[in-house]
């Protein structure tokens, strides 16, 4: 069964700076996708970025930078020049070619100071 | 972009009664839809897969009796959380998935249920 693992629950960085949050999975599949969502206070959960396991180059979106190491199954997230929005719950989460549901890991609280 | 709502937003019933939550994708077609359960600051807990057309698959320890899904259309999926229990107060969040994409799933914004 596959498995997503965030081992930070929570995380702080000041606005303007720079803060990886770290996921690992496991999976025995060699296609999937796996995901980076964010969850503010009003729980309405948004995609954050997306990255295809086929795809050797990290996906990218403005601020948001994913490192992914598919040996290593490692899927970190770096979010650039923090904003005070970006204060948050982060999930990430992985699912399969098939479509099949999505697997969260239990997430990162991200709290931002100014 | 793909919407997908959910209703009603929040509830309050009180035990022992029923209660029914909508979740609608406006406009796509979904074919898949799931259900999950959010406790406070933790993470979504798959409850079960619903099909149009067909019954739906529950994730182990969900009691299929007393949280009944029904996907009559490729529009709508609906959870009734039957003869419900303070217990049962939780997030509920359903996601559809887009049937002529790239399996790309959307989230609708929850239903907050409070038993009383």
């Known amino acids: 069964a596959q498995t997503v693992t965030q081992s930070q629950p929570e995380m702080s960085v000041q606005e303007a700076e720079t803060v990886t949050l770290s996921c690992t999975y496991d999976t025995s599949e060699s296609d999937y996708y796996l995901f980076w969502y964010k969850q503010p206070p009003s729980r309405q959960m948004i995609l954050v970025i997306r990255q295809e396991a086929y795809k050797q180059q990290n996906a990218t979106e403005n601020r948001f930078s994913v490192n992914f190491q598919k040996a290593a199954k490692s899927f970190s997230l770096k979010i650039s020049d923090s904003q005070l929005g970006d204060a948050a719950m982060y999930f990430c989460?992985?699912?399969?070619?098939?479509?099949?549901?999505?697997?969260f890991g239990k997430g990162t609280t991200l709290s931002v100071s100014s | 972009g793909a919407v997908v709502s959910q209703h009603p937003s929040r509830v309050i019933c009180k035990s022992g009664t029923s209660v029914k939550i909508e979740c609608r994708s406006l406009d796509f077609q979904a074919t898949t839809m799931f259900w999950y359960r959010q406790f406070p600051k933790q993470s979504l807990m798959l409850m079960a897969t619903?099909?149009?057309?067909?019954?739906?698959?529950?994730e182990q320890g969900v009691e299929k009796d007393k949280f009944l899904i029904n996907h009559a259309s490729l529009t709508l999926s609906t959870l009734t959380v039957t003869s419900a229990h303070p217990e049962d107060s939780s997030f509920y969040i359903c996601?559809?998935?887009?049937?002529?994409?790239?399996?790309?799933?959307?989230f609708g914004p929850g239903t907050r249920l409070t038993v009383t």
């Open positions: 619903s099909n149009e057309g067909s019954k739906a698959t529950y």
């Open positions: 989460a992985y699912r399969n070619q098939a479509g099949t549901a999505l697997i």
């Open positions: 996601s559809a998935r887009d049937g002529g994409g790239p399996n790309e799933q959307y």
